[in-house]
């Protein structure tokens, strides 16, 4: 499956949900990832829901994950996917499409 580093014609810029509804399993923008480890690796809102960023959850664990320290907090979650998007191509990650964490 290809990795886009930019969002879909359907991503709406700032609303994960919509993002779920409106691309569904079609998206290759609104992904989540796995690397060799087993880590999981998303894009959801901070706290205050106006902020978004890459977290992760190590293999077993449930919940918000813990944030990503090397990638910034952006004003959409377009744009926190861009950057989680482009770091995985480099690293080489697997996309999941199971194993989806509930509130991504
Ligand atoms: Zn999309």
Redesign the pocket.
């Known amino acids: 499956m290809s990795i886009r580093d930019w969002?879909?014609?359907?991503?709406p810029a700032d609303n994960i949900q919509e993002?779920r509804e409106?691309?569904g399993d079609?998206?290759?923008?609104?992904l989540v990832f796995e690397d060799k480890r087993g880590w999981i690796y998303f894009v959801r809102p901070g706290l205050g829901e106006k902020q978004f960023k890459a977290f992760y959850l190590k293999p077993g664990k449930t919940g918000g994950g813990h944030s990503c320290k090397n990638l910034p907090w952006r004003e959409y979650f377009a744009g926190a996917q861009e950057d989680l998007n482009a770091f995985a191509i480099r690293a080489g990650w697997r996309v999941i499409k199971e194993e989806v964490p509930e509130f991504v």
């Open positions: 969002p879909c014609c359907m991503c993002a409106a691309c079609k998206c290759d923008f609104f």
